[in-house]
């Protein structure tokens, strides 16, 4: 018996590509033989972060297949995306291969949909072990069907690049979009609720809020990775007195200087909190018990589900301090040693020589 040493990572969303990096660069430095397959808008956060990877988006299954078959990996190490993803395409041929697959959810949603046939609830790429971020992460998943034995409870290997920034209070306000209206078609906008936000009403939403607030901080807007509309807020731009501004800057760099960050449910929104960052949520039209953002839930960030208590929470936390629970809770998810403890999990499976 010996450890595993040939690794093949696959990965298609940024969040959970994000969630991979820690883990593949530990693992580079000890010298192991990896490959990183990657699609989408994985690939330009993998150029920033200098992994070696294969660009898999317009890849077909035969070819997939060859690569797969030409490197012969002993352990298969996926994040989850939507839809028919690179991920579930791997899943599938290392089911084929008898292959072991270790996966890492890097959000508190969708944890059916994230192993299921695109719009099914069938469960048909669940892999061998299911890493899971808390307690919280554990219960849901087990709601949503997936068995609790294939559970582990490992933190997210992202979260431990959080614990050494250090954070300055500016000015700006980031508003962190998402490509709700670009990304879901109406069938989806039926199967899924979350969906049904529109980034460009909310970000409307915003900018009248604060010009009702009288707001002289600059307002700048961060664009998802996956937008293809750069030009979606212009006519409220363009419209409004407030100082308000497109950024190419990297998320890091913003939210880590940023006065107050808002925005929909972005993981960027738990991130920034766990820094310490004041932090505003805004879902219009659901309730608490639809809600997905994590730092809503442990009282990390301010949350409206309506116009009427937008305006509230805005004022309010414009007002007030940071939060006090920050400290505390955030070092539960930022020095738990994740990358560690999913390094742990890779080694605890076996190959036969």
């Given amino acids: 018996m010996k450890k595993i040493n040939k690794i093949l990572f696959a990965a298609q969303d940024p969040g959970g590509f994000n969630s991979l990096i820690n883990v593949i660069k530990y693992l580079s430095n000890k010298k192991n033989n990896l490959k990183v397959l990657l699609a989408n808008e994985s690939c330009e956060i993998a150029k920033k972060n ?3 990877y294969t660009d898999c988006t317009k890849i077909n299954d035969n070819n997939l297949k060859n690569i797969f078959n030409e490197y012969q990996p002993n352990l298969v190490v996926v ?13 599938k041929i290392s089911y084929q291969k008898k292959i072991p697959i270790i996966s890492i959810i890097d959000f508190w949603s969708n944890y059916k949909k994230r192993y299921s046939t695109p719009n099914t609830k069938d469960l048909a790429y669940l892999p061998n072990k299911v890493c899971v971020i808390d307690d919280f992460m554990k219960a849901g998943a087990i709601r949503d069907g997936i068995n609790s034995k294939i559970i582990e409870i490992t933190g997210n290997p992202f979260f431990d690049t959080l614990q050494k920034v250090k954070t300055i209070e500016g000015d700006e306000i980031i508003f962190i979009s ?8 109406k069938k989806d906008k039926i199967i899924n609720k979350i969906s049904l936000f529109n980034e460009v009403v909310i970000f409307k939403d915003y900018i009248e809020v604060l010009n009702q607030l009288k ?9 998802h990775p996956r937008c293809k509309n750069k030009n979606k807020y212009n006519q409220f731009i363009k419209k409004s007195e407030l100082n308000i501004k497109l950024s190419k800057e990297p998320i890091e760099k913003l939210v880590k200087n940023a006065k107050l960050v808002v925005g929909i449910n972005s993981m960027v929104l738990f991130q920034a909190s ?19 953002l994590i730092s809503n839930y442990l009282g990390l960030s301010y949350v409206a589900y309506s116009y009427s208590q937008l305006k509230k929470q805005l004022k309010k936390v414009l007002k007030n301090s940071k939060i006090k629970k920050v400290l505390k809770i955030g070092k539960f998810y930022t020095n738990s040693n994740s990358t560690l403890k999913v390094i742990k999990l890779i080694n605890s499976f076996k190959r036969h020589v």
Wanted: hydrophobic share 35%; charged share 25%.
């Fill in 79 to 91: 994040a989850t995306s939507d839809g028919l993803s690179i991920e579930k395409r791997i899943t």
């Fill in 178 to 185: 998402q490509p709700f209206s670009e990304v879901y078609s």
């Fill in 215 to 223: 707001i002289k901080n600059p307002i700048v807007v961060s664009l």
């Fill in 274 to 292: 766990l820094i310490g960052k004041k932090v505003v949520s805004y879902q219009p039209g659901i309730i608490k018990k639809q809600d997905s």
């Fill in 50 to 52: 200098k992994i070696r």
